[in-house]
């Protein structure tokens, strides 16, 4: 029995040591330049990617399963097409559901990453109820377990550690029993290309979640002037996040990190 725990240990260590540290999100038109023999050359493992065209998506898929590496189906809860939907209306969590569906059965995605699962910023406080969010988040891990149980819920989190569910109605540490990886969403801070902070939020949500982290980190220098990181500064900003605690770092987006 020792011996069979002993076997399981190492193995699970060897698979940890083989998988690739890096990720990418990919916009819809990456997938006609995406490289996969230079992907798996930067340790990338896993990619991220919106649904709209499912057929594409499909091959796309079968392609990144091809060259072992796993792809997850890009879905907004509370937002579409620049709407703000409210956690109370039935309409964003019922479209999330059938995203689920299509990636899942029709499109054989790996897992699910639950982006704007969450509130806009620009809301009163005492609008903002993380139990909602929670509800939310416990019912489409409920339709993406039921579907298939080995597929991965990825939830992404907003960078604000302790004021988060106070900005954006996310608790962290609550998300954590409706997920398997949590993605802090640094890029999207105006710290986005300070090292330390990019440490300091993967360090806290990996102590909060209690569950894997993957981070996500810019690929710009200056996104307004819509200017590209070096790879001096993308190698900085993913030691940040390793020293942090990540598991995985994923750039946003692929097409940037290339230039």
Known sequence: MLLE???????KKEKEKKEGKIGYFLLPSDIEVFDFEEAKKAGCSDVILPI?????????VAACHEHRMRAHAWINCYRHRDRWYDPDEIEPVTRAQQLIETA???CCFDGIF?????????????????????RAALELNGVIKAIDSRALTII?????????????GQCSPCLSAYSDIQVPLTFTDKKATDAS???EVTRWTVE????????AVTTFEDEEEIVPASQTQ??????????????KVLLYHYSMSLL
């Open 234 to 247: 993308l190698k900085k900003l993913i030691g940040a996040a390793e020293r942090g605690g990540a598991s």
């Open 5 to 11: 725990q002993v076997e399981k240990t190492d193995n």
């Open 156 to 168: 992404g989190v907003m960078p604000k550690m302790e004021r988060t569910y106070k900005l954006y």
């Open 197 to 199: 902070f990019i440490e």
């Open 52 to 60: 709209e065209d499912p057929s594409k998506a499909r091959n796309f």
């Open 208 to 215: 909060k979640s209690g569950k894997a982290v993957w981070t």
């Open 104 to 106: 899942l059965r029709a």
């Open 114 to 134: 639950l982006d704007d699962l969450r509130y806009p910023k620009n809301l009163e406080e005492n609008q903002k109820s993380y139990q909602k969010i929670n």
